[in-house]
Each structure stands twice: as C-alpha cells, then as structure tokens.
Nanobody, 122 residues
C-alpha cells in the first residue's frame, strides 16, 4: 500500500501563502493521479485539486480556483499545492490523495494521507 506523507501546513495570516507537499513512499503509484481534499470541522470533505500522472492536466475546486496551484515532481515522488491569497475559510485539515483514476472526484481506489492542518487567521 502506498504511504503518503504530507507536510507544509501551519498558521498563516489571511492573504498569505503556504505550500503543501505530499511525498509517496514508493513508485507503485506510477500512472496514478494525485491531489488534495480538505475537511473543516463540522463539514464534509471537499475536493481541492488534482493532477494527472504526467502533470499535464489539473482540476480545481471552485472555491480555490485562481488561488491554488497543484504541481508534481515524478522524480521525487512528490506533489505540491501552492496556496496563495489564503482566506479564513480555507482553514481545514488537508489530506493528500493518490488515485488510479485521475479526475475531479476520487474513486473507490483512492489512498489518503494522514492530513496536515492549515489555519488562516483573519
């Protein structure tokens, strides 16, 4: 099973930036899509962004489009989420995902990381 380790979360003031990283433990996910979803207290998990294996296609949730950018480094088995112009409503636990099917919805084959907390102050 693929092990995913997220990093880069923390506390930032509104309008600031953070960069999340997601490192996969092995190359078994070759050909998979990667991305993030997030979950705020009392809310359902929400799709944030995804990227296909080659890095040529990306998808974003409506609430982050134009502010967040997803990218990946296949040589390092790592995906990145650059988050700019952060808002208090972006506060959530961000979960990295690896999925054999690339898209805007995660399939039943998705694997999740443990999550990293992002807190945006007003």
């Amino acid at each position: 099973q693929v092990q995913l380790v997220e990093s880069g979360g923390g506390l930032v003031q509104g309008g600031g930036s953070l960069r999340l990283s997601c490192a996969a433990s092995e190359r078994a996910y070759r050909g998979y899509g990667m991305g993030w979803s997030r979950q705020a207290p009392g809310k359902e998990r929400e799709f944030v962004a995804s990227i296909n294996w080659s890095g040529t296609k990306t998808q974003y949730g409506d609430s982050v489009k134009g502010r967040f950018t997803i990218s990946k480094d296949n040589a390092a088995n790592t995906a990145y989420l650059q988050m700019d112009r952060l808002r208090p409503e972006d506060t959530a636990v961000y979960y990295c995902a690896v999925d054999p099917i690339y898209g805007k919805e995660w399939s039943s084959g998705v694997s999740w990381g443990r999550g990293t907390q992002v807190t945006v102050s007003s």
